[in-house]
């Protein structure tokens, strides 16, 4: 897509709220550009753009969009009946979306593109934070916000430029990476990709994207990245298996931190350790060491900026006390994911109660997602679902058959050692006072979805 952005002056953002298209705002913004944009509701995000001088329109019309507007860029969230995007095509204005400008700003430097079902905020953040230690000036765009920077850009002067690389509708498609690393594959976006293989094609077709030099950094344990890894000639892979060129050995999960012994290539590294919990961060982290490795960064080094990592948002975000129980606020939504973080939550605070609070992301997910689901709670003390939490423009009538109440009806029926401590909650005013009548101290509170969920982690801790 050819678009000069030097001529370009006025931008407008539709769906400016969102975490991808707010950093391509500030990144505009600190270019010089006129920036402004909408949003259905107002949130942290949008609060914190205004602070920054960013006009917010809360509500989407068609007087959002002025004759003087050069360029407008949306959220793939939208509808072709968007009256914002509608008027911006009567008016004969170009538009993209938030993947293509990225993709612009992208492919022009030496990308790095972490991407995968699961960790990709976490290894992008880990792997960021790794390339500023090493002196890299490197510009980040990631899917959550860096506590480092503050927001979730960076803009750096140096060659490099990594990001956060979503599959979703294929939007990673827009890329052209110098180094990929891939995390996963298992089925997510289930509203958009028809089964496994439609979902693990994208990712086959986006390896095609790297350049004959280019690397593959990929986790060597996962069955359906292996299946098509062999369509790059240069590859790194990472994991817990004999086979890795980057293995983690000796994995100790201690009161508070995570340590490892890292072999790569046969040579043992030494001990790595995290302040973040699970086996997945160990995956994680192993994605950006082997990034640090490729790139030649000292080892003293990666495993400095590795054990100063303290998490991004709404990743295992320590938000502080409630009624002395300890508030942890966490995005997971995919049941794999759910079930991860109950159970490094279990190794990471021994013996202490986890009261695990779940608002489900979309309706079409939870259905299809349904029998996982039943078996990500196993691990919880006491748990709350509160009810689905409905995506603006991804959600059909013939999805909202299911509700949270089905999942902890049929969830007391298979773990009868849950069965007196599980309960629905209709909203979250109503999940809120199950909090209240439930909580002990001493507790771990874990604030789990992608929802809005989240907003009562940020009330609870004022």
Not at 23 to 31: C, G, R, S, T, V
Not at 268 to 295: D, E, R
Not at 305 to 322: A, N, Q, V
Request: aromatic share 10%; net charge neutral.
């Amino acid at each position: 897509m050819k678009i000069d952005f030097e001529r370009i002056n006025k931008i407008h953002f539709i769906g400016i709220g969102g975490i991808g298209l707010s950093a391509i705002a500030k990144f505009m913004k600190l270019k010089g550009k006129q920036v402004g944009g909408s949003d259905l509701n107002r949130s942290l995000i949008v609060d914190k753009l205004r602070e920054e001088g960013i006009k917010i329109f809360i509500g989407q019309d068609e007087k959002n969009i002025s004759q003087d507007v050069d360029l407008v860029i949306h959220t793939m969230a939208i509808s072709e009946n968007n009256p914002e995007l509608k008027r911006a095509k009567e008016l004969n204005i170009q538009t993209i979306t938030y993947p293509e400008a990225l993709g612009i700003l992208f492919n022009d430097k030496f990308g790095v593109a972490v991407c995968g079902t699961h960790g990709k905020s976490s290894t992008t953040a880990m792997a960021g934070l790794m390339l500023d230690d090493a002196e890299f000036d490197p510009s980040i765009v990631i899917g959550s916000i860096l506590p480092r920077y503050r927001s979730n850009l960076r803009i750096g002067k140096g060659k490099y430029f990594l990001i956060e690389a979503c599959e979703y509708e294929r939007a990673f498609l827009n890329y052209y990476p110098k180094i990929i690393i891939l995390n996963n594959i298992e089925l997510d976006h289930t509203d958009y990709y028809k089964n496994l293989e439609d979902f693990k094609s994208a990712f086959s077709e986006f390896l095609t994207h790297l350049p004959d030099n280019g690397i593959l950094i990929c986790n060597g344990d996962d069955e359906m990245v292996s299946n098509i890894r062999q369509q790059v000639s240069s590859v790194v892979r990472f994991g817990l298996g004999e086979n890795n060129d980057a293995r983690a050995e000796d994995i100790k999960f201690e009161d508070g931190q995570v340590s490892f012994q890292v072999i790569y290539k046969k040579e043992n590294l030494g001990k790595f350790v995290l302040k973040v919990p699970g086996l997945f961060n160990v995956y994680n982290a192993l994605g950006a060491i082997s990034l640090g490795l490729t790139l030649k960064i000292s080892i003293e080094k990666i495993k400095k900026s590795l054990k100063d990592y303290s998490g991004i948002w709404r990743r295992f975000e320590i938000k502080g006390e409630y009624k002395k129980a300890l508030v942890i606020s966490d995005y997971a939504h995919h049941p794999t994911a759910v079930k991860s973080v109950i159970e490094a939550t279990k190794n990471f605070y021994p013996g202490k109660r986890v009261f695990a609070v779940f608002q489900p992301h979309q309706h079409n997910r939870t259905k299809e997602l349904y029998q996982d689901f039943l078996k990500s709670f196993d691990k919880a003390d006491i748990m709350i679902l509160s009810e689905i939490f409905d995506v603006v423009g991804r959600e059909e009538k013939k999805d909202q058959t299911v509700s949270s109440c089905n999942l902890v009806n049929d969830i007391k029926k298979q773990n009868k050692n849950i069965s007196e401590n599980i309960f629905y909650a209709k909203d979250l005013t109503e999940t809120r006072k199950l909090i209240d009548e439930n909580i002990k101290p001493d507790d771990i509170l874990l604030i789990i979805g992608a929802g809005d969920i989240y907003k009562i982690a940020d009330d609870l801790v004022e």
